[in-house]
């Protein structure tokens, strides 16, 4: 199973950018599907992410700013809005799930990366 994210690029302060992301197959269960951040020389922290119930979670410094949904069962959209140059950063997309009943699966997507000039 891989990732496919699409979206990402240079933006400029207060503008907008919308990051999908989609599992190439459909698995046993998707229990979660997000995005997560990076910049050189820190760790990798949480975006948002959603539940295959619905249940959201957000990063604090983008709460209020950033929306996850759930298009379907393996793809989610990360609407991107009020962008901040601390925003400028590796994403990366992010799947917890099941393949089979038995087999957990934690997968990452390769990153894209998100500019937000000053």
């Known amino acids: 199973v891989q990732l496919q994210a699409s979206g990402g690029g240079l933006v400029q302060t207060g503008g907008s950018l919308r990051l999908s992301c989609a599992a190439s197959?459909?698995?046993?269960?998707?229990?979660?599907m997000g995005w997560y951040r990076q910049t050189p020389g820190k760790q990798r922290e949480l975006v948002a992410t959603?539940?295959?119930?619905?249940?959201t979670d957000y990063g604090a410094s983008v709460k209020g700013r950033f929306t996850i949904v759930r298009d379907n069962v393996k793809r989610v959209t990360l609407q991107m809005n009020s962008l901040e140059p601390e925003d400028t950063a590796v994403y990366y997309c992010?799947?917890?799930?099941?393949?089979?009943?038995?087999?957990?699966?934690?997968?990452w997507g390769q990153g894209t990366l998100v500019t937000v000039s000053s």
């Open positions: 992010n799947l917890a799930g099941y393949s089979t009943p038995w087999k957990s699966v934690d997968i």
């Open positions: 197959e459909t698995l046993f269960r998707i229990s979660t």
């Open positions: 959603i539940t295959n119930t619905g249940s």
